[in-house]
């Protein structure tokens, strides 16, 4: 399937090296102010080419919003969202067309589908979550201007290298102060020469990026099969690359004591608070009003120079050095990615709410 949502949907189209990527929109509720700048800005934190840590592919990435918005208003009508491709080079790829390249998608396409798009992965590849940046940057702005929803990303471990930063307490402007998104200075320095010395290698590194969900409604989510933070995990592990997900706790949460770990309530101004934070902002997989905190595991970069033993299509050895532009680690560039998708869960269990009340 190609969409998310239930009654704030995107359907996403397009491939690595097609004509373009998009999404369609349906369900965005009318009169929101929207305008291709405003995209723009956050498609500009996507895209390829931001330093030298990054793939150096060149795309511009320059959003169209095609339909659904009139007089820089949504209408209520389904919104088409396109970015044309333009520095697509598919020869990079002649020499993988046979090739199941390791940590790719190619054999698994092949055996579902009889074909696949060998070019730059088609589907598989990391460029098709631009429309997914898009689609959320629409869902951030609605939930920032109805409720003050705020949304933060940003990178907490690159490698061996991890930050200790409260998540709490992270700002756009530090996080955005450095090429790797790490909020943490001293941490963001050893990241980027860890990053910097395994491309010169020729070869790829993981990390992970941490996120908060600020001033969530309560009541978002449903106990069973729609729980909160189920949806989130499904977003999560949705984008390229994503191998681990944890909301609050997590994993931390098996070494501790109930005692420990149940957040107590006490009442501030007439509003129900908890004293900790450790369940992540849910209870029951429903939004508790506390703050949304989670944290996403990525792998490193599939694609990289050194010399790897597989197999071709005709199940004969053969020895892969790949060619092309790929990130070294991609978490950087995913920060953007990771606050888009939590932006579509969060406003599509907001429409639902509403729809229930």
Not at 143 to 161: M, P
Not at 173 to 190: G, H, L, M, Q, W
Not at 288 to 316: D, M
Request: aromatic content about 8%; charged content about 25%; proline content about 4%.
């Amino acid at each position: 399937m190609n969409t998310f949502g239930k009654l704030f949907t995107i359907t996403t189209f397009g491939e690595s090296h097609g004509a373009g990527v998009g999404a369609i929109i349906d369900g965005c509720p009318a009169g929101l102010e929207i305008t291709e700048a405003y995209i723009q800005k956050e498609l500009d934190r996507r895209k390829p080419g931001q330093s030298k840590i990054t793939t150096q592919r060149k795309e511009e990435d320059k959003i169209q919003i095609l339909s659904g918005v009139t007089g820089g208003k949504t209408t209520g009508a389904p919104i088409l969202l396109l970015v044309k491709n333009s520095d697509a080079r598919s020869e990079d790829y002649e020499n993988l067309k046979e090739v199941y390249r390791p940590g790719h998608a190619d054999f698994t396409y092949s055996a579902k589908y009889g074909n696949r798009e060998w070019r730059g992965g088609g589907r598989a590849s990391a460029r098709t979550t631009l429309a997914q940046v898009a689609a959320g940057a629409i869902a951030k702005k609605y939930l920032k201007e109805k409720f003050c929803v705020e949304i933060i990303g940003f990178v907490d471990q690159v490698g061996s290298v991890k930050s200790e930063v409260d998540y709490s307490k992270v700002s756009l402007k530090k996080i955005e102060a450095n090429p790797v998104r790490c909020p943490d200075e001293t941490a963001a320095k050893k990241m980027i020469a860890l990053i910097e010395a395994v491309k010169a290698e020729g070869d790829s590194i993981g990390g992970s990026v941490s996120a908060v969900i600020k001033n969530a409604p309560v009541g978002l989510g449903s106990p069973v099969f729609d729980k909160l933070p189920a949806d989130l995990a499904k977003a999560m592990l949705g984008i390229n690359a994503a191998k681990g997900f944890e909301i609050g706790s997590g994993f931390c949460a098996v070494e501790m004591r109930g005692s420990e770990h149940n957040d107590s309530f006490y009442a501030e101004k007439g509003q129900v608070k908890t004293r900790t934070n450790f369940s992540g902002g849910t209870l029951g997989g429903i939004s508790n009003g506390e703050n949304i905190y989670f944290r996403v595991a990525f792998k490193p970069t599939s694609t990289i120079a050194k010399a790897q033993e597989t197999l071709n299509r005709q199940n004969k050895s053969i020895t892969l050095k790949a060619a092309g532009r790929h990130d070294p680690c991609i978490v950087p560039r995913a920060v953007p990615i990771v606050e888009a998708m939590a932006a579509l869960v969060i406003l599509d269990h907001y429409l639902r709410y509403k729809a229930y009340k």
